[in-house]
């Protein structure tokens, strides 16, 4: 059944399923997504996802990532690109956005699917493997959600990084990235809370945990 008043986070976001296919080019590679009515930024790609994918570090060597969050997933695909040996987690609530994430697999890596992983559910209780640890954790947050939702999960994310492992994620600064900053700052007690980047009113956060 389809949500009334239904949001780009809902699990069943109503409107028309009308299919839009568009390009775009991050990190001098070239990208096709295509997208639904329902999903977040569905009809071009979203700036602050923009900023967060231009600057956010990636490592080189075989790491497991995850796109947390993923919509239809450009996140996740740039992070297969750019480090060619990793496994990349995509997780999301949206029904949409998951058929959306494994139509652009088949679009931007038509032969090198395994390594690519979508999976459907509420952030991490969508893991299939409780027990497993990321090296990354990648994400444009849904903000519209609120700050609470945000700092509960910030809470859970250390159970899920390996040590050393990386959260990063984009913050507008109007949505009250400075508290974050100092709120996690105090959280993150024992890691680093570091701001990679302020561009176009976003900060770009990236949290190393010890
Ligand atoms: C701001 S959007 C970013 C989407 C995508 N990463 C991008 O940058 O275009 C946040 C995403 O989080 C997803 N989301 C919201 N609440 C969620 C939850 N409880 N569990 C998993 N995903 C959730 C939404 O469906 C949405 O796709």
């Known amino acids: 059944m389809k949500e009334e008043n239904s949001h780009y986070f809902s699990r069943e976001p109503g409107g028309k399923i009308k299919v839009h296919l568009f390009s775009v080019s991050l990190r001098k590679h070239l990208y096709a997504f295509k ?19 231009e600057h956010a570090d990636i490592p080189q060597e075989p790491s497991i990532l995850l796109d947390l969050g993923c919509g239809y997933g450009p996140i996740g695909m740039v992070l297969a690109r ?7 987690y995509f997780v999301d609530i949206n029904k949409r956005a ?18 690519l992983i979508v999976l459907e559910g509420n952030y991490f209780d969508g893991l299939k493997d409780k027990s497993i640890k990321f090296d990354g954790i990648y994400m444009n947050p849904p903000q519209r959600k609120g700050r609470k939702e945000f700092l509960s999960l910030c809470e859970r994310v250390p159970h899920y990084l390996r040590h050393e492992g990386i959260f990063q994620f984009i913050m507008r600064k109007k949505m009250g990235a400075p508290y974050i900053h100092k709120y996690l700052r105090e959280f993150y007690k024992e890691g680093e809370v570091e701001i990679l980047c302020k561009r176009s009113g976003y900060w770009v956060f990236k949290c190393i945990f010890r």
């Open 82 to 88: 750019e480090s060619p040996e990793s496994t990349i």
């Open 35 to 53: 997208t639904l009515p329902g999903v977040f930024s569905y009809k071009k790609l979203d700036l602050g996802t923009k900023v967060l994918i």
């Open 98 to 115: 998951i058929w959306c994430v494994k139509e652009n697999i088949k679009l931007n890596f038509p032969d090198d699917r395994k390594r």
